[in-house]
């Protein structure tokens, strides 16, 4: 078979089985010297070499079309198609599964590892760019514990979903490519009740520069393999920050990037749900879509997870926190290989620039250009008493504000937000919002902005449409039943979510009362 490489910028895009293969990271990493596939701690290694299991009857539910494009890639035919399942490993592809550990909810967990992701190999994107595929969902791998390496289509489909959103809404993130179903069962207890179901299986190809995480420096801290973490610096410094020239560059470089992912997840009310170490990447992409979610009503304390219920460690308001705990344990990994003042002043960078940024974003959201004039700092408390005090959508508040005219009457002076408000507001409410309102355009007036070109920079960053819960509920509901227009039509939308879109107006909604506590829509389990 040729390996043809596509030339960057050419128009026609090839299958996967014409592609060739490279894998920098199996090239220059030590591998498990031990080769059988099965469950164990594995010592002095960065990865498992180990092929996916293959499923009983592949088939694609929906294929990433921006994505394709950008890396030159076809929609899949037959071959391909087997390799995005797992059932084929096509000539050049070096499969392996990367070792890694982390703190789970605050306690460290020891190894976890790739337990059902398996990378097939890196191929290079029309832009040049290595971008590395990876199958999750696959099947069992050395670091597969008790799980049996696979994922339900639920899970799978948020995944696929959510990560394709959120490049759209200009936020780093890994991609998905390919969303296949197995043909396969799998079996899970998706309420934690001790009422196992089986379900359909999927496996999404997500892409990725790389997928190395926190945790995967943590591992050879650890267990004392100063060499491997060494090693595994070196490789991310000259794989993927070219530009930086020592370790400490690389860290203060990713406490920039950490910040400003944070900064983009709480403008947007994304949120994570499992900030776990090993679901920090070491790009600072969003990685790993588990039980996440967006922030309907504004609600610091609100977490997707139901398993962190109790303790709402990963609830909103506490992730720029958590970032900042999650770079100080991977701080504590790198002191081999990084001095001690510079992993601090990593961290202060950290704590700064999500501020700044976090001031910048809020600014933006508001048509303001600075936080900079007396009456700022009482504006910006009014707005958060504003909206914890009666149930009131983030996304659609945001989105609303643009359209706030002066008005002598205070329910006309509201009527942009009444679309985000879950429970009617009392009188005292509508008087308060409104007594804030008009101090908000009082502000706008002295910068002086016209109307219409700060509604459109509002809007640029106010997004109108986000993979709500219950909208990614139901097209999984659909896709279970072999309808995949429902997805396909979200997807469609999510690539202008910051576009009106007056056609698609109905997925802009608030969250439906019937979706409030209905399994998927809201809150969810872990279980995937
Ligand atoms: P997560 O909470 O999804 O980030 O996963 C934590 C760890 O559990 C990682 O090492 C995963 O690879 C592993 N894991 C999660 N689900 C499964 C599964 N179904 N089979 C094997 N390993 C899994
Ligand atoms: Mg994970």
């Not at 359209?403 to 942009?416: F, G, S, V």
């Not at 939308?493 to 056609?503: A, F, G, I, K």
């Amino acid at each position: 078979m040729s390996a043809v490489l596509p030339k960057p910028g050419a128009k026609t895009l090839v299958d996967l089985s014409e592609i060739a293969f490279e894998n920098r990271f199996v090239r220059e990493l030590p591998a498990d010297p031990v080769e059988t596939n099965s469950r164990r701690q594995v010592r002095n290694a960065s990865y498992s070499r180990v092929e996916p299991t293959p499923v009983r009857s592949p088939a694609l539910l929906a294929w990433s079309d921006a994505l394709g494009k950008e890396l030159g890639l076809a929609r899949p035919g037959a071959l391909a198609l087997e390799a995005f399942a797992g059932n084929r490993i096509l000539p050049g592809m070096e499969p392996y599964a990367a070792r890694y550990g982390g703190h789970q909810f605050g306690n460290w967990a020891g190894q976890l590892g790739d337990g059902r992701a398996i990378t097939l190999g890196e191929i290079i994107a029309r832009d040049g760019s290595r971008q590395e595929l990876q199958l999750k969902g696959a099947g069992k791998t050395p670091y597969s514990r008790t799980a049996d390496g696979r994922a339900v289509l639920r899970s799978s489909l948020r995944e696929y979903l959510c990560s394709e959103a959120m490049h759209f809404l200009g936020v780093p993130t890994t991609r998905a490519l390919s969303l296949v179903g197995t043909g396969e069962q799998v079996i899970r207890d998706m309420f934690y009740d001790g009422n196992p179901e089986p379900e359909p299986g999927a496996v999404v190809c997500r892409v990725a520069p790389s997928f190395l995480r926190f945790g995967n420096f943590q591992i050879h801290a650890a267990y004392n393999e100063p060499e491997i973490l060494n090693q595994l610096a070196d490789h991310v410094l000259h794989s993927h920050y070219p530009d930086l020239e020592s370790h400490k560059e690389w860290f203060h470089e990713l406490c920039r990037r950490t910040a400003v992912l944070m900064c983009d997840w709480m403008r947007l009310g994304f949120v994570h749900g499992v900030m776990n170490t090993d679901n920090m990447s070491i790009l600072g992409l969003t990685i790993d879509y588990g039980p996440y979610g967006w922030l309907e009503g504004y609600e610091p304390e609100w977490t997707p997870n139901t398993t962190d219920a109790e303790g709402r460690r990963y609830s909103y308001g506490n992730q720029p926190q958590i970032g900042r705990w999650n770079l100080t344990r991977l701080a504590e990994a790198l002191l081999p290989v990084v001095p001690t003042e510079a992993l601090e002043e990593g961290l202060e960078l950290y704590g700064k620039t999500y501020q700044e940024s976090f001031g910048k974003a809020l600014a933006q959201k508001l048509g303001i250009a600075a936080f900079d004039q007396p009456g700022d700092k009482d504006l910006m408390t009014g707005l958060f008493q504003a909206l914890g005090a009666v149930e009131t959508d983030f996304t659609l508040f945001f989105r609303g504000l643009a359209a706030i005219e002066d008005a002598a009457d205070d329910q006309r002076l509201i009527a942009p937000l009444r679309t985000a408000f879950y429970v009617e507001p009392d009188a005292a409410h509508v008087g308060r919002l409104a007594a804030w309102l008009r101090q908000y355009v009082a502000r706008l007036r002295h910068d002086g902005v016209p109307a219409a070109a700060r509604v459109q920079r509002m809007n640029s960053v106010n997004a109108k449409y986000v993979p709500r819960n219950y909208l990614a509920q139901q097209a999984i509901d659909a896709l279970t039943e072999g309808n995949a227009s429902v997805l396909e039509r979200l997807m469609k939308v999510l690539e202008r979510p910051y576009d009106e879109q007056p056609e698609n107006n109905d997925l802009a909604e608030r969250r439906p009362e019937w979706a409030r506590h209905k399994a998927g829509c809201s809150a969810l389990s872990c279980s995937s």
